[in-house]
């Protein structure tokens, strides 16, 4: 699934840093990627980065493995 970080606050109904940083923590691990292109929007301001993750995910919080379980 492709999402931006705003997205997947609204999806857990957490706030934005919440999910900025669960993004990076699968980044991080080679769960999620960044599209290479960011989206500009209108007007100033940084672009949108949309995220490549998976549609299911294990994590192991003693390891610290992400396992993927769907694209």
């Keep these: ?3 931006t970080c ?4 609204e999806i857990f109904d957490i706030n ?3 999910a900025s940083s669960v993004v990076k923590m699968l ?7 960044a599209l290479p292109v ?3 929007g209108i007007g100033r301001g940084r672009p949108t980065v949309k995220y490549v993750i998976p549609d299911e995910a294990t994590i192991n919080f003693v390891t610290g493995k992400v396992k993927n379980r769907g694209s």
């Design 6 to 9: 705003k997205e997947l606050a």
């Design 27 to 33: 980044v991080k691990t080679g769960t999620a990627t």
């Design 16 to 18: 934005y840093l919440q």
């Design 1 to 3: 699934m492709v999402v």
């Design 38 to 40: 960011p989206v500009r």
